[in-house]
């Protein structure tokens, strides 16, 4: 190691006289364990929650009560020598008064929590909200001075490797109506035939085989060519909706030539009788398979269409928003008079056509944009998700009255909650018990056939741990004394959704599902407990935290082999070490950019390797941290 850093020190002196960009080792110190990316106030740090909301806003109300020096101070920060640069780095990762959200460095017996992790209550609320990249970057908490090199081919996540190397299960796609062909997937399954390219021949033109399906995970189905029975040796991964897939007949319809693979092609000397007897009653695509897939990747909402969608900093109120790009029947909007953007499913029950909260007297921001550019249009109400007509004439939901609620600040957890404003149609205004603004503006909408609200006692009765208010403190929590002591009533049991659907989930199924505490990523994720109707999503290589609890009819699951069906960028599981040191060297000198490679702008630098499940992250000139999602590699160049 030692023989290493010479060597690069030595490269650094020789190019600091015959290249203008210079390379330095980093500095750093372990009492500022926190990237140095633009300070600002505690009270001006950004918040998000998890649908990428509250960014700029806090919902809570107490103030932290632990202050730190280093965090408002602008002293430059202190070189270390190279040689202790793995030493320092360690101590940093590790140090035990470090808050593990924001960095802050406090005495450890001021913080927060029993585990005395957080600098504050808003910290230790935000941290699961919060999403992968910014948890990354406060665990990493290395300071950086560069500006950055990098040259990496962006890689796609191999779905056959991982689930032949860990036997794993795909969730069929009949389970996601919301898909394409969800709805018309039938009966495909093992022992399926189709005709597929010969990827086993010598032949310069295109010829065809037939081949069975011997696992299906997904869209994706594990092939085997006709003849080689049990040998495995040639079986591939494909997904059964690319245009490549054809039933069999497609060959003899289309004068395309059915060859064997040159592997057994003297197996059988009659390959036409062969093919008779093993296809005779055997099962393949309907004809028109492909006709559908097609008519299913057709998605009615269009760019510039206008929608109301959730407030990003204010989770009480809608706004107006344009679609901006659709993919596979997902929304990137951005909203009217700011360039910021919000990912959604067309079927979301976040946005709404424009006038749904005027008519159920759902807050709104109203936009000062006067009239509507060339090619805007306002998307037409049946393009929108339908809820449950309800009455609300009888015994209904009253403010004031308590249940248990999926914090949309922290998925993976159920907590008391309270209902604070009866709507219109059937929607709610819910608050959780404990941490809500005082203004009301944290306070969030659910209609009453919601599957993330329930009546209380469901987490008891389904043996699922019950978040208590924040601060309260006689544990373990009982349902029966909080009404008391709060002088309130349980909503009535019956007003609650209680259809199961045949789901058809099992656990330990493998699916592609959005993490909505950052709503741009869908990554690869796991079902870990089925209760009721209710999944727990694991994102595959990251801790439990991270974990939520979603509706087994929600928009953001997805089978294995959508985001490839669809072009969407799918996220990698994490390492199962998140990071694993290993200091690199970059030498570089030509500054190019192809479709497959990203640029490199400097000729030295000292590098740092590691698995970080597709994130790239990186300092500018000003000190600006950049989190770019890019492929399973990262490399934090250090300059």
Known sequence: MNDSLALH??????????????????????SLCSFQAERTPRSERKRQDSF???????????????????????????????????????????SPATCEMCGMVGVRDAFYSKTKRFCSVSCSRSYSSNSKKASIMARLQVTMICPIIFLVPVECFDWGRYICSNNLVGAPVSCFKHVPMGTCWGDLAEGVRVEVLNSDTNLSTKVYWIAGIVKLAGFKALLRYEGFDNDTSRDFWCNLCVPEIHPVGWCASSGKPLVPPKSIQNKYSNWKAFLVKRLTGAKTLPPDFAAKVHENM?????????????????????????????????????????????????????????????????????SDVSKKIDGQMDAPALLFAKVKDVDQSGEWFKDGMKLEAIDPLNLSAICVATVRKVLADGFLMIAIDGSEAADGSDWFCYHSTSPSIFPAGFCGINNIELTPPRGYTKLPFKWFDYLRETSSIAAPVKLFNKDVPNHGFRQGMKLEAVDLMDPRLVCVATVTRIVHRLLRIHFDGWEDEYDQWVDCQSPDL?????????????????????????????????????????????????????NLGGLWLFLLNDNQLIVVTLSQRIYMILR
């Open 298 to 366: 057709q998605f009615p909402f269009k760019k510039l269409m206008r929608v109301e969608v959730v407030d990003k900093t204010h989770l009480c109120r809608t706004r107006v928003a344009l679609v901006e790009q659709v993919i596979g029947g997902r929304l990137r909007l951005v909203y009217e008079e700011s360039s910021d953007d919000f990912w959604c499913h067309m079927y979301s029950p976040l946005i709404h056509a424009i006038g749904w909260s005027r008519s159920i007297g759902h807050r709104f921001k109203r």
């Open 9 to 30: 020190q030595n490269l650094a002196q020789h190019y600091r006289l015959t290249h203008p960009l210079t390379v330095q080792l980093v500095s750093f110190t372990p």
């Open 52 to 94: 990428g909301m509250f960014d700029g806003y806090d919902s809570c109300s107490e103030e932290s009560t632990s202050s730190s020096s280093s965090e408002d101070s602008e002293d430059e920060v202190p070189s270390i020598p190279a040689s202790l640069f793995l030493e320092m780095f360690m101590c940093c990762l590790c």
């Open 558 to 610: 997805y089978p294995v082999g959508w985001c490839q069906l669809t072009g969407y960028q799918l996220q990698p599981p994490a390492a199962q070490s998140e990071i694993n040191l290993n200091i690199t060297f970059v030498l570089a000198f030509d500054c190019y950019m192809s479709d497959s490679l990203f640029v490199l702008f400097s000729p030295l630098a000292l590098g740092y390797q590691g």
